[in-house]
């Protein structure tokens, strides 16, 4: 099928989607809680099915995890939503300038909301922006990533189960079907995934004028300073970096360690991973990497570190290969004494690996990450509150975490999403609800229209009193 030929076939559906949508009205709070009921029910009655999924797109996927980030949290976004729908659909009332004139920003629906959601997390990262989406009114087109086949099949068997076509449509295809999806006209669009395809998503979109959200991930740091709890800052690292094997885009992607740490971390290391992971490839709770593709990039990043010097720490265990190309399953490796001429320091990581760059003042570290791209989340260990305050005014991130990693994400009132290369926009609770509506202004003139008065003419009295005003 030609590319034209799918992107009028896609606008085909969309353009039918959107009569339906003006057709049918505003939706109601009982309709927008009976979608997010339907997708709670979807989650909830095919879990099994979804988990088994999962796992033979990865080839190996701790099943642990799947449940808890795939499935409970997006139970979590999606029952957090219907709790709280009839509080955010209220107006929000503004202080008129006359008092017998009402003004209030009312909280209208977009309309047809386009969602590309990438491998890593399925689910997650296809139901948590539609949670926002039908709490705010709105219908979707999902295009869910060709590299998770299974579980991207199954979705959409399970979507036209549970949801009308002018609801909620799943479209499957490759790259090409991609590259389409993100140039038709929706109300809004929202990608995650690489900060280059993120490049490509924005500009098709602008094509049509459609509003993005963007959630490109990138290189988060770990900044552990001097006097920081080093088993702490080693343990609540590891435990993010191992979880799906490090695929995921607020993964710890570099740490910045003081010189005189580096024997400490290394053995605290081994010691956290002997304890937490004593096998990799025969562990049922150790995920593989999703493809061959991404399996040999991370192979190749770690024998470039190791050919430019870094000192290389396979943390798995001895009798067992550093990684397995059969399995796909990467041990997780320290890689101490990273440079920026290595590539492993030049690309989002996305796998077990965890460079390790040396600083001999933290001052010099928070300048090497304001040197950098923004990332959409920074993290940073010290008990030291000036200090944990300083670093917050000094860093920007899409959100920062200190004395632990990742823990905001989890966390329904706070909103996700990037800053500058690292995204733009942002959901999550109250604020996936305010990304996807329109805040309308709506203002109820007053009996008199004071206001409207001022700019009708003859202008010379009122001109006077300008002038008082100026001259005052």
Same mark, same amino acid.
């Given at each position: 099928m030609s590319k034209d030929t799918i992107k009028s076939e896609l606008e085909t559906v969309l353009n039918s989607m959107k009569r339906q949508q003006l057709n049918a009205g505003p939706a109601s709070a009982q309709l927008r809680k009976d979608r997010l009921q339907r997708s709670l029910k979807l989650i909830r009655d095919n879990h099994k099915a979804l988990v088994n999924a999962m796992n033979e797109d990865f080839g190996h996927r701790s099943a642990y995890q799947t449940t808890i980030a795939d499935l409970a949290t997006s139970c979590g976004l999606l029952q957090h939503a219907i709790?709280?729908?009839?509080?955010?659909?209220? /107006?929000?009332?503004? &202080? /008129?300038?006359?008092?017998?004139?009402? &003004?209030e920003i009312q909280f209208q629906p977009l309309g047809v909301i386009g969602v590309i959601s990438p491998w890593?997390? $399925?689910?997650?990262? #296809?139901? %948590? $922006?539609? #949670?926002?989406?039908? #709490? #705010? %009114?709105? &219908?979707?087109? =999902? +295009?869910?990533?060709? =590299?998770t086949p299974k579980t991207s099949e199954l979705l959409a068997e399970l979507v036209g189960r549970y949801f009308s076509y002018d609801e909620l449509t799943v479209v499957l295809g490759d790259a090409d079907v991609g590259q389409a999806f993100s140039g038709l006209p929706f109300d809004h669009l929202v990608f995650t995934g690489s900060t280059a395809v993120g490049k490509h998503v924005m500009r098709a979109a602008a094509e049509n004028l459609v509003p993005v959200t963007l959630e490109l991930g990138g290189k988060s740091p770990v900044m552990v300073a001097k006097q920081a709890d080093l088993t702490k800052a080693v343990e609540r690292t590891l435990t993010i970096k191992t979880f799906n094997s490090g695929q995921i885009c607020l993964s710890p992607d570099y740490v910045l360690l003081h010189e005189d740490q580096r024997q400490a971390f290394k053995d605290l290391s081994i010691d956290f991973m002997a304890r937490t992971f004593p096998t990799i490839q025969k562990n049922p709770d150790y995920t593989a990497i999703i493809n061959e593709r991404h399996y040999q990039?991370?192979?190749?990043?770690?024998?470039? /570190?190791?050919? +430019? %010097?870094?000192?290389?720490?396979?943390? %798995?265990?001895?009798?067992? $290969? /550093?990684?397995e190309a059969n399995s796909r399953k990467i041990a997780p490796h320290l890689v101490l004494g990273a440079t920026d001429d290595m590539a492993i320091m030049q690309e989002e990581i996305f796998g077990p690996l965890l460079p390790i760059r040396l600083y001999q003042e933290e001052s010099d570290a928070v300048h090497y990450i304001n040197a950098h791209p923004r990332p959409l989340a920074a993290y940073y260990f010290n008990e030291d509150t000036a200090a944990q305050e300083r670093f917050a005014q000094q860093t920007t991130s899409g959100a920062l975490v200190i004395n632990d990693v990742m823990t905001h994400v989890s966390i329904d009132e706070l909103p996700f999403g990037g800053v500058g290369p690292s995204g733009m926009g942002a959901y999550h609770g109250i604020h996936g609800f305010r990304q996807f509506s329109h805040a309308k202004p709506v203002v109820t003139q007053s009996e008199q229209g004071t206001s409207n008065l001022r700019l009708r003419a003859p202008y010379a009295d009122k001109m006077a009193d300008l002038e008082a005003f100026f001259n005052s």
């Open positions: 709790d709280n729908l009839d509080s955010w659909m209220q /107006a929000e009332q503004t &202080t /008129a300038p006359d008092p017998e004139m009402r &003004t890593n997390f $399925p689910i997650n990262l #296809a139901f %948590g $922006p539609l #949670a926002g989406i039908f #709490a #705010a %009114g709105n &219908t979707a087109m =999902l +295009k869910p990533s060709e =590299l990039r991370l192979v190749n990043l770690l024998e470039d /570190a190791r050919q +430019k %010097g870094a000192e290389v720490v396979n943390l %798995g265990a001895e009798n067992e $290969p /550093a990684y």
